[in-house]
């Protein structure tokens, strides 16, 4: 089946620093890439849109000089958190579209919980 | 805009028993994908079933059946014969076509599903 991996799981960084997750589709290519947001006990919230070779599309509200991404290929989309804050710290999660499937179904990381001291 | 309703924050069921788990959604759009996903402890996003509304005929997946009643844009999810493992958040979600080629996750905001033993 269609796999996604994320990583790092878990990062913890100190306030002013950067923080880079990568989100890798292993058996698919991914045209398009998405970026999620999860609060606890909340639902997902849609950070960003990353199709790859362009610009990645941004949700209303999300800083895009904070909350850098780069789709470069079509397996590889990386999200970095520039001059994290402890309001960053939440749980990451990308999922990906395979380019073949004609229902559009998206197929989620296990997400990176990030914490910002 | 899409817009995805899950009226029921928490339920609980006793394990063997059946289940059902409420979803309405808004759109004018005529075709669309709606989905379940699970989200058990560890977070991970696993798809339960999904349904395309140009289908009259409900979907099911082994346990799991749906209801789908396109008038009246509801989508629920029927648990039969729940087991321990069903333990988990519950999303509903609903794909839409968001131009430029994107297709966007809407996602309600979540029934906590616990099976009692």
């Known amino acids: 089946g269609a796999v996604v991996s994320q990583h790092p799981s878990w990062v913890i960084c100190k306030s002013g620093t950067s923080v880079k997750i990568e989100c890798r589709s292993l058996?698919?290519?991914?045209?398009?890439m998405f970026w999620y947001r999860q609060f606890p006990k909340q639902s997902l919230m849609l950070m960003a849109t990353?199709?790859?070779?362009?610009?990645?599309?941004?949700e209303q509200g999300v800083e895009k000089d904070k909350f850098l991404i780069n789709h470069a290929s079509l397996t590889l989309s990386t999200l970095t958190v520039t001059s994290a804050h402890p309001e960053d710290s939440s749980f990451y999660i990308c999922s990906a579209r395979d380019r073949r499937e004609l229902t559009n179904e998206q197929f989620f990381g296990p997400g990176t919980r990030l914490t910002v001291l | 805009a899409q817009t995805v309703t899950q009226s029921q924050p928490e339920m609980s069921v006793q394990e063997a028993e059946t289940v059902t788990l409420s979803c309405t959604y808004d759109?004018?759009?005529?075709?669309?994908?709606l989905f379940w996903y699970k989200q058990p402890p560890s977070r991970q996003m696993i798809l339960v079933i999904r349904?395309?509304?140009?289908?009259?005929q409900n979907a099911t997946e082994n346990r799991f059946s749906v209801n789908f009643q396109k008038a009246a844009k509801s989508f629920s999810l029927k648990i039969s014969d729940s087991q321990l493992g069903d333990t988990a958040m519950y999303f509903c979600?609903?794909?839409?076509?968001?131009?430029?080629?994107?297709?966007?996750?809407?996602f309600g905001k979540g029934t906590k599903l616990s099976v009692i033993p």
């Open positions: 058996d698919f290519q991914a045209t398009t």
């Open positions: 990353s199709n790859e070779g362009s610009k990645a599309t941004y």
């Open positions: 759109t004018s759009e005529s075709n669309y994908y």
């Open positions: 979600a609903f794909i839409s076509y968001s131009g430029a080629g994107s297709y966007q996750l809407t």
């Open positions: 349904q395309e509304a140009y289908k009259q």
